[in-house]
């Protein structure tokens, strides 16, 4: 059924550097190399969005995650001192959020890949070759008619972010 | 191409680790960053469903890019609160931030 090309050879190139990064953050004791794992998750993630042809979206990826929010955690790692601070890894309910994640796992899985998964192999493949550029996204988000006005709310919520981010960390004296 | 589910099971093994993550971790810093971990999943899915049903309509593209914004300022002003917390208790454990306990 899954002839052997080089594009499925990339995907699982880049599906392990996704998996094998998350699992390093939330398995690592050390935060920063736990941040490293989550800048490798990213990037896999970035991949990903390559091979379904969305490239805009895999650049932001790495510039706004990996540029931004990863360096942000790490700063906050360096600023609060935790990596060394810690005690044990985990609390006390660490199997029951085991059994849950699993669980969501299994009925993501049963309820939503199911139906996609047992479709013919017709059904699995894109419905069409034909697909939207960054043109068209730029187009959409300051369309009239499109997704101007959640654009504009978008960039609202972000200033309202950065000043209450200031605010809050701002050592009062 | 490679099939749908392929990408589905990708995104939601990673959004199930960062669930374990968020729900187990001590640390402040560690829930943030499993919540990217989450964020990063659904995104994936978002991109993944839009270039397999509606590869024409820009909806599923514009969503991602929302979820971008959300999670940079979800970051930035999780991050100051953990800040602000470890200066005032000397920890960023967050057993150790119990003032609302009955």
Do not use: C
Request: net charge negative.
């Amino acid at each position: 059924m899954l002839e052997f090309n080089p594009q499925l050879i990339v995907f699982f190139l880049f599906a392990i550097l996704t998996l094998g990064g998350a699992l390093g953050v939330v398995t690592n004791r050390n935060l920063i190399h736990g941040a490293i794992y989550l800048i490798i998750s990213l990037f896999g993630g970035a991949g990903l969005f390559v091979l379904l042809s969305a490239p805009f979206l895999a650049a932001v990826q790495v510039l706004v995650y990996i540029g931004a929010i990863a360096i942000l955690i790490i700063f906050a790692v360096m600023l609060t001192r935790s990596m060394t601070s810690m005690r044990e890894l985990y609390n006390r309910q660490w199997w029951i959020s085991a059994v849950v994640a699993v669980l969501l796992f299994g009925l993501l899985v049963l309820g939503v890949i199911g139906p996609v998964w047992v479709a013919d192999e017709e059904a699995s493949q894109p419905v069409s070759d034909l697909v939207a550029t960054t043109q068209d996204l730029g187009v959409a988000l300051v369309d009239g008619n499109q997704y101007v006005l959640p654009f504009e709310i978008a960039s609202l919520l972000l200033t309202a972010a950065m000043i209450g981010a200031i605010v809050i960390a701002r050592e009062d004296d | 191409m490679i099939p749908l589910w392929m990408y589905l099971i990708v995104a939601a093994a990673v959004f199930a680790i960062g669930v374990y993550g968020v729900l187990a971790r001590r640390n402040a810093v560690a829930i943030l960053m499993s919540v990217e971990l989450m964020l990063s999943a659904v995104n994936i899915n978002l991109v993944a469903f839009w270039r397999y049903l509606t590869p024409q309509n820009m909806s599923g593209q514009v969503f991602a890019a929302f979820v971008f914004v959300v999670a940079a300022a979800e970051a930035a002003v999780g991050l100051a609160i953990v800040i602000s917390i470890y200066r005032s208790r000397r920890s960023v454990v967050v057993e150790d931030v119990n003032l609302l306990k009955g």
